[in-house]
Nanobody, 128 residues
Framework: VQLQASGGGLVQTGESLRLSCAIS????????AGWFRQLPGREREFVAA?????????EYADSVRGCVTISAENAKTTVYLQMNSLKPGDTAVYCC?????????????????????WGRGTLVTVSS
């Protein structure tokens, strides 16, 4: 599985960006995908996740809820992160990840340990 994140860039406060994560998964099935970010000098943190287990479920970090939307193409070849009303505190490297593990119980897709494939990040810089 290969992941390629794109769509980052320099924007001003209040503007929007849509990040894309292109997924080359071969024959593996993807049960969940997520976006994480690493702010300067901070630990990596969860942003949003989408999972497919008996339906589609999305989850968001409290810090971004209402400002971001995660979505995916039906074939699970691309996962998107629409980010609106960006602020300088959103400046970070954003990474996408997927999980091809089939868990006996639904895992927490907010946890990095749930994912077994990671892409390189894309830098988002929000100026004030």
């Amino acid at each position: 599985v290969q992941l390629q994140a794109s769509g980052g860039g320099l924007v001003q406060t209040g503007e929007s960006l849509r990040l894309s994560c292109a997924i080359s998964r071969g024959r593996l099935n993807i049960f969940g995908a997520g976006w994480f970010r690493q702010l300067p000098g901070r630990e990596r943190e969860f942003v949003a996740a989408i999972s497919w287990s008996g339906g589609t479920t999305t989850e968001y970090a409290d810090s971004v809820r209402g400002c971001v939307t995660i979505s995916a193409e039906n074939a699970k070849t691309t996962v998107y992160l629409q980010m609106n009303s960006l602020k300088p505190g959103d400046t970070a490297v954003y990474c996408c990840a997927v999980s091809t593990w089939k868990w006996s119980e639904p895992p927490s897709y907010t946890e990095a340990s749930t994912y077994n494939y990671w892409g390189r990040g894309t830098l988002v810089t929000v100026s004030s």
